[in-house]
């Protein structure tokens, strides 16, 4: 099993570069950056765990400016955003940013993505955009991105997406950069079974057939829809985020599922200083010492 760590990324806490060499250090593989541009202080759509919002949240910094420092102080960390808000940013911008981060990072970059659940963070970006069509409109970004990072001159003409025929470099040293997807509701997972490179959900958000929280059953529906879109789901690598510290038979469990990696979490999505991340970080070394493999 390799192990990745979700930081919570905020500017009072540990900083990237020595998170990421402490991770690397310790046996994890990857480092995975979340993403929230803003909150809203109307608070209009609720907080999908329920309760209030922790204060991390709206605490977050870039993702991808974070992770390049993260890059300059590792050698072989993967370094993920987990997960990047793919359409709150400009396409073109977007494209450039990760691919400079996986040329300068020598190729260990992988976009983790995703539609959001803040129906309001969304409306300040993209007004043009109803949150009811938020997978469509992913759906067309990814092939955008997919055809921005391949093709010498790419171009769109689709309903969320038009560019003209454009020179847009840096190419990135992957070609195209995989793109996990973090979906695990019902329209969300058909999405990842159809056109993503990875999947990445919750443990606690996955779902079975019958509409009940189960990890085994969300996993057999996922391949299950993978097949259904033509594709096989062996060749899919599944990461699974873990709403809490995984006991090692859990982790175990997963390992048989043919989960690739698990993300342990941060000690809390409310901030942290520096000198608890790294007490946390001693907390969980056994299981990641054990049951962890070099990246």
Not at 4 to 33: H, T
Not at 97 to 126: I, K, Q, Y
Not at 237 to 242: G, K, L, Q, R, S
Request: some cysteine; glycine content about 8%; charged content about 20%.
């Amino acid at each position: 099993m390799r192990f990745g760590y979700l930081a919570l990324n905020d500017a009072g806490g540990i900083w990237p570069d020595v998170l990421a060499r402490e991770l690397e250090q310790r046996g994890f593989d990857s480092v995975w950056m979340p993403e929230h541009s803003h909150i809203p202080a109307s608070r209009e759509t609720p907080y999908p765990g329920g309760g209030d919002l922790p204060e991390g949240y709206w605490q977050m910094m870039d993702p991808f400016v974070s992770l390049m420092a993260a890059a300059a102080a590792t050698t072989t960390l993967t370094l993920c955003t987990g997960i990047c808000l793919v359409l709150e940013h400009d396409l073109l911008d977007l494209a450039v940013t990760v691919a400079t981060l996986d040329v300068l990072s020598a190729g260990r970059v992988v976009l983790g993505v995703g539609v959001g659940w803040n129906a309001e963070e969304l409306r300040n970006h993209r007004p043009d955009l109803p949150f009811a069509q938020r997978y469509s409109a992913m759906r067309e970004r990814v092939a955008a991105l997919r055809a921005i990072w391949t093709e010498d001159e790419p171009h769109l003409d689709g309903r969320w997406e038009r560019f003209s025929p454009s020179w847009v470099y840096p190419k990135p040293q992957q070609r195209p950069v995989p793109i996990a997807l973090g979906n695990a509701g019902p329209t969300g997972i058909r999405h990842a079974a159809s056109y993503a490179d990875m999947w990445c959900p919750i443990d606690a958000s996955l779902l079975n057939t019958s509409g009940r929280p189960d990890v085994d059953g969300g996993v057999q529906l996922f391949r299950e829809l993978a097949v259904e879109a033509g594709r096989d789901p062996a060749q899919i690598p599944i990461t699974i985020f873990a709403w809490n510290v995984p006991k090692p038979d859990r982790v175990a469990h997963y390992d048989e599922l043919g989960v690739e990696r698990v993300v342990l979490p941060p000690p809390s999505m409310s901030p942290v200083d520096a000198a608890a991340t790294l007490r946390y970080l001693d907390s969980v070394g056994d299981i990641v010492a054990e049951l962890g493999q070099p990246a």
